[in-house]
């Protein structure tokens, strides 16, 4: 494939009235496509990123659509496809590889906000390939044998279903988070601040496709959801600007109650065990971490808070292990506080990063996961020891991994 591409470059240079190749100077770097993803599977739609000016041909699959590459839904095989731009006389190439749709069985992925969502062995963590995305996915679930992405902006989502393919899906618009309740049969989206009256929504969508979905009002900004583990269909919404958390029956799709937890909450997450919720709260004073942040551990029985730590780090993100009472709260500030479910402190801050996003925990393997957006890895702590074990490196901009 190398060759091939040199051999394509020499000839579109003498093509372009250049001549021959001259052995110095050395001619300009040519104009570059900048695909988010080396691996890319069937069905994706991959923006180039080409410089003003540029055009782009193909030599292999796929098609160009606008400024994007637009992988076929079926692919027989791996194969490769070169990317050849040229602008004013000088042109380069790139290679990507375009897979055939996988299967999802043994799989995680990561919801990578500015390309799309990347597959990988769940044991292993080896990357298997990117579904790219036109759009930035906000969130994704694994639902019943699929998976399922919405975008962080506009209505677009889409379905993977191994035995049937990629599906368009409309949905409400931008997406903050999604929640699959398999024993309710439901899937939950949470959308920010939809007009006309500037409240976010919870949508729930059935099994039927042909009915319409239920839309109801959850205080401004949702950005958490968790199921509370009291019963099917028993949602936690967490409403930022509204400083609530929320418990929706999915079911009859009403709110059942409502609780003022503080400044700002973001993540939830719950140790279903004890009736536990434990909240993350974002607050800013003056666009300045406040301590009047932190996090609040919610008795979901009772419906109060049973406790609050207060801490300036700007918590975003929350995950738990019930079996050794851990909670994980991600501070946007560079740190991972480990607490316990009293929200004392039990060990020393993890530093994973600049800025750790939502956390998530695969107990199957005993991992906890730490995204880190700005520099494109994910770090794998062992949930038993809490040492760093692996760096996952991903696509542009991890928000959240994603198990089954």
């Not at 790139?94 to 749709?101: C, D, I, Q, Y």
């Not at 906000?113 to 969130?139: E, H, M, N, Q, W």
């Not at 729930?204 to 958490?224: C, F, K, N, Q």
């Not at 028993?234 to 600007?241: D, E, Q």
């Amino acid at each position: 494939m190398m060759q091939i591409g040199i051999t394509l470059l020499t000839a579109l240079y003498v093509a372009l009235g250049a001549g021959s190749l001259p052995a110095t100077p050395a001619p300009p770097p040519g104009p570059s496509a900048h695909p988010c993803a080396q691996r890319v599977f069937a069905g994706s739609r991959m923006p180039l990123q080409l410089p003003r000016g540029a055009t782009v041909a193909l030599l292999g699959p796929g098609r160009i659509a606008g400024a994007d590459l637009s992988v076929p839904a079926q692919l027989p095989a791996a194969g490769e496809t070169l990317i050849v731009a040229t602008r004013g006389g000088s042109a380069s190439a790139r290679s990507v590889t375009l897979l055939p749709a996988p299967a999802l069985n043994g799989t995680l992925a990561t919801v990578d906000a500015d390309c799309g969502i990347t597959l990988y062995t769940r044991k292993s963590l080896t990357p298997l390939g990117t579904f790219v995305t036109a759009d930035s996915p906000a969130d994704a679930i694994y639902d019943r044998g699929k998976l399922l992405w919405a975008a962080a902006a506009g209505t677009s989502a889409t379905r993977y279903d191994p035995a049937a393919g990629l599906t368009a899906l409309r949905h409400a618009p931008d997406t903050a988070a999604l929640l699959a309740d398999p024993a309710a049969h439901v899937v939950a989206q949470a959308s920010r601040d939809l007009p006309p009256s500037g409240d976010g929504a919870l949508t729930l969508y059935g099994d039927d496709p042909s009915a319409a979905p239920h839309r109801l009002s959850v205080g401004e900004t949702p950005e958490g959801l968790a199921l509370s583990g009291d019963t099917a269909g028993s949602i936690l919404v967490t409403a930022t600007n509204a400083g609530t958390l929320m418990e929706v029956d999915a079911r009859t799709a009403r709110v059942t109650r409502t609780l003022h937890v503080g400044p700002r909450p973001f993540g939830v997450a719950v140790d279903a065990a004890r009736g536990l919720a434990f909240v993350a709260l974002n607050a800013i004073t003056a666009m300045r971490p406040s301590p009047a942040g932190g996090v609040v551990a919610v008795d979901i029985h009772r419906w109060h808070t049973r406790a609050v730590r207060h801490a300036a780090g700007l918590a975003l993100g929350v995950a738990v292990d019930p079996a050794r009472r851990r909670v994980f709260v991600t501070e946007e500030l560079g740190t991972v506080l480990v607490l316990d479910e009293e929200l004392h402190t039990v060990h020393p801050a993890l530093h994973p990063c600049e800025l750790p996003w939502l956390p998530s925990i695969d107990f199957a393997n005993q991992r906890l996961f730490v995204p880190c957006p700005r520099e494109n890895r994910v770090a794998v702590y062992d949930l038993r020891t809490l040492r760093e074990t692996a760096r996952m490196t991903t696509t542009a901009y991890p928000l959240r991994v994603v198990l089954p």
